[in-house]
């Protein structure tokens, strides 16, 4: 019966463990290999003299990163990983690795990530980035636990959609029979017909669709949002709602996922502090134009080099809220007493944005007026416009960047090494 690595202790007398040839060290009268699973990685300590013919002959046969199923005896050593090595009586090759490997699967070596993402497969054997998973898995697990507690419904929505929901610039066509149909940009549309169908609180957590042109280290092609929406709330509560997860997800990774931490070196993971300072639009582009050469203009986006300006003067996770009505989408909710300014909001970490949200406008006239507004046609939006006519109550939700709140948390310096298959413009494999 195979075992764990991490379960063979100095007390294990007899131990089969199956797992990969992380290293091969052959010192003549002496060799070790070094076999990784999981759960850890097992030092295997062949005496040359004292091992049988066949092991030896098996022995010599074996490449890095094969998997093999090694039987022995368990021995107490201090010098090796986890205090105990295993002396085999039987090895045999399961699956043979080629070599040589087009990625060093042993830490040190750093590899460009085009070969990282050409061998996904291989870079996720390295422990630093399978942790990186293991926490984002954490993190994915913790905000349904969360949510769920709260009484939110997970819902799943379509993929393929009629229309835009963020704006024309950015779709994806897709020859869907004999109509147009595109790749869904954001699951807002659904998720608010859901506050029309009396669910008050939902979450979806899926991908979103993108054709961002750009190649930058903070934009995917495709990319997993967190998605919430909630009845009978506003901007105020939904974004407590976010920053009490932030934190909340902070602290589960830091507890849960110790070893993930350490193996990426992150000694002490710096927790949010909640509530996060809320800084208003128009004081964004006041920082951002006393430190850029360029300045910084209102009305106009926040850009990278304003984000970053920004991050830097506030050095912790914050709000810009009350933003311009003209650059945010037709749903938000303008301030009644200036509706040029509107109730949506960006959570931004010092390095990037993580999250957009608003209170949603749930007045179907209004709703028409403002989709007019934006040069949009409101007939392609009659199936989302149809659930303001039938008794829709007011709310409030946010979309939150899974790959931006890994990268950020980790200091992954690109967000595509928080996905395990990027998407963007040069890559469609694997
Ligand atoms: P927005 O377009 O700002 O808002 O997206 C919300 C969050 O999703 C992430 N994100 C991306 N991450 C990587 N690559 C991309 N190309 C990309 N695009 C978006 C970001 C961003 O903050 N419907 C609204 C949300 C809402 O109001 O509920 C929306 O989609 O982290």
Excluded at 60 to 73: M, T, W
Excluded at 109 to 114: G, K
């Amino acid at each position: 019966m195979r075992i764990a690595v991490n379960d063979v202790t100095p007390e294990t007398k007899r131990a089969t463990i199956i797992g990969w040839v992380h290293e091969i060290r052959d010192l003549g009268g002496l060799a070790f290999l070094l076999i990784r699973d999981r759960t850890g990685i097992i030092q295997v300590t062949i005496p040359k003299k004292k091992i049988s013919a066949e092991v030896l002959s098996v022995f010599k046969e074996i490449s890095r990163e094969s998997v093999v199923r090694i039987e022995g005896e368990v021995k107490e050593i201090e010098k090796a990983p986890g205090g105990r090595e295993l002396i085999p009586s039987s090895i045999e090759i399961i699956s043979k690795s080629e070599s040589p490997l087009p990625l060093d699967v042993v830490e040190k070596v750093s590899a460009e990530l085009d070969t990282r993402f050409d061998n996904r497969f291989l870079d996720v054997r390295r422990p630093r980035v399978s942790s990186v998973f293991k926490i984002r898995s954490c993190i994915l697990h913790t905000v349904e636990d969360s949510l769920y507690k709260k009484g939110f419904t997970q819902i799943t929505t379509s993929k393929i959609v009629g229309s835009a929901t963020e704006g024309g610039t950015e779709l994806f066509p897709i020859a869907y029979f004999e109509k147009e149909a595109f790749l869904n940009q954001s699951p807002q549309l659904y998720k608010q017909m859901m506050m029309a169908a009396g669910l008050e609180k939902v979450l979806e957590i899926g991908p979103i669709f993108r054709a961002e042109e750009h190649n930058t280290t903070k934009h995917l092609n495709e990319a997993t949002s967190i998605d919430v929406e909630v009845s009978f709330a506003d901007h105020f509560e939904v974004m407590k709602l976010l920053e009490d997860l932030i934190v909340e997800i902070y602290e589960e990774v830091a507890v849960s996922c110790t070893a993930e931490l350490a193996s990426l070196e992150i000694n002490n993971l710096k927790i949010p502090v909640a509530p996060f300072p809320r800084l208003t639009y128009e004081e964004a582009i006041g920082i951002a134009s006393g430190k850029l050469a360029e300045g910084a203009n209102y009305g106009d986006d926040i850009s990278t080099s304003a984000e970053r300006a920004i991050g830097e003067e506030i050095g912790c996770h914050y709000f810009i809220v009350d933003w311009p009505t003209s650059i945010r989408p037709y749903y938000a909710m303008p301030y009644e007493d200036r509706p040029s300014v509107c109730k949506a909001f960006d959570l931004m970490h010092p390095r990037m944005e993580l999250s957009s949200g608003a209170e949603r406008v749930h007045d179907y006239d209004q709703l028409v007026h403002q989709i007019k507004e934006k040069g949009l046609n409101p007939d392609s939006f009659s199936y989302y416009l149809s659930a303001f006519r039938y008794g829709m109550p007011p709310h409030a939700g946010w979309g939150l960047g899974t790959e931006r709140l890994v990268a950020t948390m980790l200091g992954l310096q690109n967000v595509r090494e928080a996905v395990l298959f990027p998407r963007d413009r040069h890559r469609l494999v694997p």
